[in-house]
């Protein structure tokens, strides 16, 4: 039996979970360790708090480790994020959180210089500004001494091997999420950002998802494909031929299809969805939708009120209200880091003429309605860029916990959903090293050890709700 430890970072929280695989071919999971993350306000920008992950990966080691020797560590996070290091190895400053404001205008400088098509013809991923892209132009502009200073770019997870192991590369499936590697070659698409003036010169030599670090304390440090969507996605339980979308729910909503070769059409281009990296020589072809950060963002803003409440106590009330009755854009740019969740919403919907959403209930059911009709129109466009036809929408992660949700999800899409894992992003992660410690074959073998490990669950839509989501998708006109 091989005992592996995936620390797996998001958004909100961090985890270090150990899996044992047996010689039979199932997995079973502890976690080990839990720990906050979120970004921390320090003066005007909003950072990672590094030093404070460090320590809670060590603590989740020595956990780990309590229960016997681990046969290899390995750490995925978020993508598009970054830290700096100088001539010695040294941090330049701490890595900045993506929602910090520094990248507002950007996406338009950098268009200006090189067109988007272009971009997007080599590269291949949806414009976001929080983008990696985006991020370094920023850097470039705002802060030239800290550019000065620094001699390579370390993705998260990238940056968090370094700290166990002294290791500084860039593995592939961090790096895809960049907006600046080729989806093709897989390097550094140098030549086409050339003429944005950026220090092209801190992009190291990429190496694949499945490499080993080094080792911290003896154990073996195995990047499995350092991107958490990246894993989640292979820890999805599909039967082999069946037609199948993925949602990988969390703060956000990554729903896509796993293609062989990149899509980079201009119709994918109009689109806007990404070809991230997958592992295994995957292709990611998806959209990242503003998912439950609306909610979690709701809940926050409740609880400073004073009215303290559960993810499952908001569903509750959520399940009461009315259905379909305000939507908004869970993308629209004024969701994107509000100070008062509930306000925006209830703002945008006045601004798009509805009646805005009073009260817990209805505002968290605006919030899953408008996430719903989002993956209806998200899985109708993805059909029609691929020529596929999906009838099995398979929900991981954390947000798979949400039954109402579920339901929504099947009802809006028309689609059988199947839920589960709800830790996709950690078993992909230990099944990954696994399959690079040459124990699991590829990824057949290892989405089999899913099916056979963790139990599903499965949601058939109410065609009377999929018409009335049909009707609503043409009302908002998405
Ligand atoms: C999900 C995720 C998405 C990425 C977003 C921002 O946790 O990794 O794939 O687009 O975070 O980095």
Redesign the pocket.
């Known amino acids: 039996m091989a005992r592996i430890l995936a620390l797996d970072l998001?958004?909100e929280s961090g985890r270090g979970v150990v899996g044992a695989l047996t010689d039979a071919g199932t997995l079973t999971l502890e976690e080990v360790h839990r720990f906050p993350t979120g970004g921390v306000k320090l003066g005007a920008h909003l950072h990672w708090d590094l030093p404070f992950f460090m320590r809670e990966l060590h603590t989740a080691i020595e956990k780990a480790e309590l229960g016997g020797a681990l046969s290899s560590l390995g750490v995925d996070?978020?993508?598009?994020?970054f830290g700096l290091l100088g001539p010695r190895g040294e941090l330049v400053g701490l890595p900045v959180h993506?929602r910090d404001p520094r990248t507002v205008g950007m996406v338009e400088k950098v268009y200006e210089k090189v067109p988007k098509a272009a971009i997007f013809a080599r590269v291949g991923i949806q414009t976001?500004a929080?983008n990696t892209l985006f991020q370094v132009a920023a850097l470039a502009e705002q802060s030239p001494g800290l550019v000065e200073a620094s001699e390579k770019l370390l993705f998260m997870p990238d940056l968090l091997h370094y700290l166990l192991t002294g290791t500084a590369q860039v593995e592939y499936a961090i790096a895809s999420?960049s907006q600046m590697l080729d989806a093709t070659t897989r390097h550094w698409a140098t030549e086409t950002l050339a003429p944005l003036g950026l220090p092209l010169h801190l992009l190291g030599e990429v190496v694949p998802d499945g490499t080993q670090y080094g080792s911290f304390r003896n154990i073996p440090v195995i990047a499995p494909g350092g991107?958490?969507?990246a894993c989640a996605v292979a820890a999805v339980p599909a039967e082999p031929g069946e037609n199948w979308a993925y949602l990988?729910s969390?703060?956000?909503s990554?729903m896509g299809l796993e293609i062989p070769s990149p899509i980079l059409t201009p119709e994918a281009e109009a689109a806007n969805v990404t070809n991230?990296g997958g592992v295994l020589g995957t292709i990611r072809l998806l959209k990242?939708i503003g998912g439950l950060w609306l909610v979690q963002e709701c809940r926050r803003a409740y609880a400073r009120l004073g009215s303290e409440r559960s993810y499952d106590q908001l569903t509750r009330l959520a399940g009461d209200a009315t259905p379909l009755a305000a939507l908004v854009d869970p993308d629209h740019p004024s969701l994107y880091a509000p100070d008062d969740m509930p306000k925006a919403i209830r703002e945008l919907c006045t601004a798009t003429g509805q009646t805005p959403p009073e009260g817990i209930g209805a505002t968290i059911r605006c919030c899953l309605d408008s996430l719903g009709l989002k993956y209806r129109v998200t899985l109708a466009m993805l059909e029609r860029l691929t020529g596929r036809k999906i009838d099995t929408l398979h929900i991981v992660g954390g947000g798979s916990q949400n039954r109402l949700l579920n339901q929504i999800a099947a009802d809006a899409t028309g689609c059988r959903v199947v839920t589960g894992p709800v830790e996709a992003t950690a078993i992909g992660n230990i099944l990954l090293q696994a399959r690079a410690q040459g124990l699991i074959t590829g990824l057949d073998e290892l989405r089999a050890i899913v099916r056979a490990s963790f139990p599903v669950e499965t949601y058939q839509p109410d065609p009377a709700m999929t018409a009335r989501f049909a009707e609503a998708a043409q009302r908002a006109g998405w």
């Open positions: 998001g958004a996070t978020w993508g598009v994020d993506y976001m929080l999420t991107h958490d969507t990988s969390g703060t956000w990554l991230e990242n």
